[in-house]
């Protein structure tokens, strides 16, 4: 049995956090020992799902006392002390495998994991953002490389070739980010969502699934829908989401009037039924990887409209997705979600996307990579 520690620094409900939740609840419990390791808590449902199903998850947060205090000192004692617990943990549990997401190389590299230790990196945006704003993150990661055995893991054709040119290597993996399709088996109709959550059945909804954060570019999806407004009052905004850009978003809706003709709800485990409510899910990021949402979307049946910049070609998988430059203003953007009539659906490689089968990829290349280390350090004494 291998010990796996999946390291991330909460579960708050992004893609990365959903992608971890789903490791979690479907890998082998006969191959694999895992713990989720977390710097904070959020109080999310993923949270209360993994306590359920009986996953060991530790929270750092739980053993700072000043982890919430805001002054500086109390901030400087903190960041000092989660470098000081993470690498307890990661040396008491002496894993086979670290698997890393977001930014947290440096952890590792003041943590030391044993020299046995393999990691694996899931590269979730953008290459060229993340060289650009996060620089000693990729020194951090370029010095784990020297020393210890480094497996990348990209969400799509491009970030493979990006993280392979990039780091001079030939070995990044790609795997999806999955979707367990047995959710969108029985869904509630779109007119049953809408009724549930008090939208009138006939209005047209425009919609956006994801954290709220200045990456998501929410500010511009207002801007857009204010556009389509002006041509079509009978129009909503579905949002779902929570984050550091929300009170700002709503405040942006205010101040269009249009406060009371959207909605913003959190911590939904019910994504597809949601879905169902949307006519348009509109994607307006400066950076995504792969975003799972719009994959659930396409599966939901419901047309997705996103930026051309940061959003891969391959999460095509119908004719549901069009493109759209965040060059273009607003009123295109607009018009486009305006004119874009009803199209048959047509699905392209969704097993691709099988969560389930994600998941058993990912077990066999934890095995193979292990078992490869250890023949090539008898190999080498």
């Known amino acids: 049995m291998l ?3 999946q390291f991330i620094h909460g579960l708050n409900m992004g893609g990365a956090e959903t992608l971890v939740k789903d490791y979690a609840l479907g890998f082998d419990k ?20 993994l306590k359920d199903a009986g996953i060991n998850v530790i929270y750092i947060c739980d053993e700072m006392p000043l982890f919430e205090r805001r002054e500086i000192w109390a901030r400087v004692i903190n960041k000092f002390m989660l470098f000081l617990k993470i690498k307890k943990y990661i040396h008491k549990i002496d894993p086979d495998i670290i698997h890393e997401h977001l930014i ?6 003041f943590a030391r994991p ?7 990196y899931t590269q979730h945006f953008q290459i060229k953002r993340w060289i650009e704003h996060y620089s000693k993150e990729v020194k951090a990661l370029k010095w784990l490389m020297k020393h210890y055995k480094v497996c990348f893991i990209a969400l799509n054709n491009l970030m493979k070739k990006e993280l392979d ?6 070995s990044t993996v790609i795997l999806k980010n999955g979707v367990n399709l ?3 088996c029985l869904v509630l109709t779109g007119t049953e969502m809408r009724e549930k959550l008090g939208i009138p059945k006939e209005t047209f909804v425009v919609g956006h699934v994801g ?17 389509i407004v002006k041509k079509n009052e009978n129009t909503f905004l579905l949002m779902i989401g929570k984050g550091e850009t929300m009170k700002a978003v709503r405040r942006k809706l205010k101040s269009f009037k249009l406060d009371n003709k959207a909605m913003i709800i959190s911590d939904r485990t019910d994504i597809p039924d949601l879905m169902k409510a949307m006519d348009i899910l509109v994607f307006p990021s400066f950076s995504e990887g792969m975003p799972v949402s719009l994959v659930e979307a396409q599966i939901s049946g419901v047309k997705c409209l996103v930026s051309k910049e940061a959003i891969s070609k391959e999460i095509e998988i119908s004719n549901l997705i069009r493109y759209k430059s965040l060059e273009e203003p607003a009123s295109n953007w607009a018009d ?8 048959k659906i047509e699905y392209v490689g969704v097993d691709d996307w099988d969560m389930e089968k994600v998941i058993k990829n990912l077990e066999n290349l934890y095995y193979k990579t292990v078992e490869t280390n250890k023949s090539n350090e008898k190999a080498n004494n």
């Open 104 to 109: 947290l190389n440096s952890y590792l590299k």
């Open 114 to 120: 044993g020299k046995k230790t393999i990691i694996f």
């Open 165 to 170: 040119e990039y780091f001079h290597i030939d």
């Open 211 to 227: 954290r709220f954060s200045e990456i998501k570019n929410h500010e511009f999806l207002v801007d857009v829908f204010a556009e």
């Open 336 to 343: 486009e979600v305006l004119r874009w009539e009803e199209e």
């Open 182 to 184: 047995d959710k969108f």
């Open 30 to 49: 006969s191959k694999i020992d895992l713990t989720v390791l977390c710097f904070e808590r959020y109080n999310s449902p993923y949270e209360k799902i």
């Open 3 to 5: 010990k796996v520690i």
